[in-house]
């Protein structure tokens, strides 16, 4: 296969493996559950630069 062949493929094999994606976007989700937790202390920290009175910016 020659350069000029593999572009006009690319295209059409893009947008199948997109759709494809799409299509599958809702199992994917599901395989997750219907609710997240989270649990535990969550820390934020910011640099100097991020820093504005009353937390990062």
Do not use: F, N
Request: aromatic share 6%.
């Amino acid at each position: 296969m020659d350069k000029e062949t593999l572009i006009k493929l690319a295209q059409p094999a893009a947008t199948a493996l997109l759709a494809l994606s799409v299509m599958t976007l809702p199992i994917t989700v599901k395989a997750y559950g219907d609710s997240v937790t989270v649990s535990g202390k969550i820390y934020v920290e910011c640099s100097r630069s991020d820093w504005v009175p009353g937390g990062c910016s």
